[in-house]
């Protein structure tokens, strides 16, 4: 990157790591250094919680207001109807409107934590596309948006591109997707005066056409900024892990897990890592970023506290350090584990360890379980197991029972 930006923006998320693409980034700076400019981010209600692969673009928009600018959350009240087929190998499944409603007001729990709603100038809004997209009449909405787009373009973009190459249907439904967010940046820009879309970089394409729309159909200039694909240093995909998603809704992992997950990053990850998701200044990242030894170890405990707090708060997080040093360096068993309650019947009559592994979410399957045990990475309070036919009773309840997979994941297993 050899331009020198003047907008404090652009400043930080380029030193930071964030910046992969844009449309035309001077422009943008000078637009940055002028005015209050509104910038949204889109989010389909696919799910009940965002996960961490979303955290990037959360901290984007947190930037953002930081730096005195307007976030725009637009949640895909009307998208999710439709599904996103950037990527993927079939169609998403599709949910019914009280679904994607739960959805989104469960996914506004997050967004609270990292960005400050409001009614002033750089005050954050939400709004949702369902306003726009749900009452869209076809035959205008073809006459007036549709005749903009060059289905030959279109097919030319690697989201579609791809599942065309490799022979996996792509539904009339899916390929309206694109044309919809086109169309989502163009009511954005006459509603709210909005300037920017910001995504990920497999949002490009799409992003590239709401610019061209609304250059189009409104004769405005707007911009899009893309943030790179994330991959961890070994190559796995970000915010993944073997138990699955990573969740930010503290209902749907805890935030011990959440921790835990931060504290396991590689070493050749941390120093990364602590630039995108924490505010840590840039040089200490980078200090940090490059101890070695077991000294990485005290900056990966930094790293999970910091991200922990922004997304759980400083008393999650610190609970979290507290059970892991009473798991890890105490050979305790600490009270935040993951646990999994075993009725007392159930228990009276005995449950097999290898389905105790699989409900405590230690191992997929009851295959999964057993090829960890005869592997030697099974442990019941720090002991290894060897039986794969041992039987779990009241007895042995007594008191908490620890489970441990590998080093690192760990669960409680207790009677109710």
Request: charge should be negative; aromatic fraction near 8%.
């Amino acid at each position: 990157m050899t331009y020198t930006p003047k907008s404090e923006f652009l400043r930080i998320i380029i030193e930071r790591g964030f910046l992969a693409d844009c449309t035309d980034l001077q422009t943008l700076d000078e637009q940055l250094t002028k005015n209050i400019v509104p910038a949204y981010i889109g989010y389909d209600a696919t799910a009940k919680s965002l996960h961490v692969g979303h955290l990037l673009n959360i901290m984007l928009l947190r930037w953002f207001q930081k730096t005195g600018h307007k976030p725009i959350t637009l949640m895909g009240g009307g998208t999710t109807k439709v599904g996103d087929p950037s990527f993927r190998a079939d169609e998403r499944p599709l949910l019914s409107n009280a679904q994607i409603d739960e959805n989104i007001a469960s996914m506004k729990q997050v967004f609270a934590k990292y960005l400050d709603y409001g009614d002033a100038a750089q005050d954050a809004v939400m709004l949702n596309n369902a306003e726009w997209l749900d009452g869209l009449n076809y035959l205008e909405f073809l006459r007036d948006i549709g005749r903009h787009f060059s289905v030959n373009r279109m097919l030319s973009f690697e989201s579609v591109k791809s599942r065309i190459d490799r022979e996996q249907s792509l539904s009339f439904l899916e390929f309206n997707y694109m044309i919809l967010q086109a169309y989502d940046f163009l009511e954005l820009n006459r509603r709210h005066g909005c300037l920017l879309q910001m995504g990920g970089s497999d949002q490009w394409g799409n992003i590239v056409n709401g610019v061209d729309l609304t250059r189009r159909v409104a004769e405005t200039q707007i911009f899009g900024l893309t943030t790179p694909l994330l991959t961890t240093s070994d190559g796995r995909k970000m915010g993944k892990s073997q138990g699955g998603a990573i969740w930010l809704n503290g209902d749907l992992l805890s935030p011990y897990e959440f921790w835990q997950f931060w504290r396991n990053t590689t070493d050749a990850d941390v120093g990364r890592f602590l630039k995108l998701y924490t505010e840590m200044p840039v040089d200490e990242c980078d200090r940090l970023g490059a101890l070695e030894g077991s000294e990485i170890n005290h900056a990966k405990v930094i790293l999970a506290n910091e991200v922990t707090t922004l997304c759980h708060g400083a008393e999650a997080a610190a609970a979290a350090e507290a059970t892991a040093r009473a798991v890890f360096e105490q050979g305790g068993t600490g009270e935040d584990l993951p646990s999994v309650a075993i009725a007392r019947s159930e228990a009276d009559d005995g449950v097999s360890i290898v389905q105790l592994f699989v409900r405590a979410g230690l191992s997929k399957s009851g295959k999964d379980a057993k090829r960890l045990i005869s592997e030697g990475g099974a442990r019941v309070n720090d002991e290894v197991v060897s039986d794969m036919g041992r039987i779990v009773t009241s007895a042995d309840l007594a008191e908490p029972m620890k489970l441990t997979a590998g080093r690192k994941r760990h669960a409680l297993v207790t009677v109710e």
